[in-house]
């Protein structure tokens, strides 16, 4: 299995992806945004249909619009306790949903490109992809390394509603948001989207039944994702079924296991009181 290239290719990626949205998915958890991943997705696949209208290349485009949504995004602060966050980006959600649709219906060839923002494929990524995706997730793994302190108070404020504080323009609060854009843009293009979101989100919500501090915290989110990667790439070569769905698949595998610990963990205690 391991002979071939682009199974290694594959796990070279999946690695990657795993690790830095897997972090990246502690703060989006904690904040309670988990569909932002699917809101910068859908703004990146409006740049892609926008790019086939207009006939310009579709990446460079829809890291543009990812950039743009991202600058959007780090403005939405809630502070009315009936309204969620969650709420807001699913508007932005639908409405650029509905606009992808009207310029694909007018573009000539736009049907494959999103297919292949949708689906991606990690068995033929090129090499080119993957030095982009080593350049742009180690400037963000870098940055979030060197400030990790801004962005986990700034993470725990929001927890907590504290907005008010919260300027009308954040810079940690934009950097945050620009890195999730930039990662997600990169990751659809060669994971597709569900794959990327439950990169995102299952391994940060797995760790949070696991773990309380938030370095274990960080860490066990991390390993849940390599796992998740490994195994379903192993998976998919070995039983010949489509990468992605076997990623997420493996990666729902785990969460059960880490909800049956924590069930047996609450017994335990029960048991002990």
Avoid at 33 to 59: C, E, H, K, W, Y
């Amino acid at each position: 299995m391991f002979s071939h290239d682009f199974v290694i290719s594959a796990l070279k990626v999946s690695i990657m992806i795993g690790l830095l949205l897997s972090y990246l998915g502690v703060h989006v958890v904690g904040r309670g945004i988990v569909f932002v991943d699917l809101a910068l997705g859908q703004i990146s696949m409006l740049g892609v249909a926008f790019a086939n209208t207009v006939d310009q290349d579709p990446t460079i485009i829809s890291i543009g619009f990812a950039i743009g949504g991202a600058f959007l995004l780090s403005f939405i602060k809630v502070a009315d306790k009936r309204l969620k966050q969650e709420a807001i980006i699913g508007i932005v959600y639908a409405v650029t949903s509905a606009a992808t649709v009207l310029l694909i219906s007018k573009a000539p060839h736009g049907e494959s490109d999103i297919s292949e923002v949708l689906f991606g494929s990690l068995f033929t990524v090129t090499s080119e992809q993957m030095g982009a995706m080593v350049i742009v997730f180690g400037a963000i793994g870098l940055l979030h390394l060197v400030f990790r302190k801004k962005f986990f108070e700034l993470t725990e404020r929001i927890e907590n509603h504290q907005v008010e504080d919260v300027g009308v323009f954040d810079l940690w609060n934009f950097l945050f948001y620009l890195s999730i854009g930039l990662a997600i843009v990169l990751a659809v293009r060669v994971g597709g989207v569900i794959p990327v979101f439950s990169y995102l989100v299952v391994p940060p919500v797995s760790a949070i039944l696991l773990m309380h501090g938030r370095r274990s915290l960080v860490l066990m989110a991390m390993l849940i994702s390599l796992l998740g990667g490994l195994l379903g790439v192993c998976f998919s070569v070995q039983f010949d079924f489509p990468v992605g769905s076997s990623i997420v698949a493996l990666l729902g595998f785990l969460f059960l296991v880490a909800v049956l610990v924590r069930l047996l963990v609450m017994k335990k205690s029960r048991t002990r009181s």
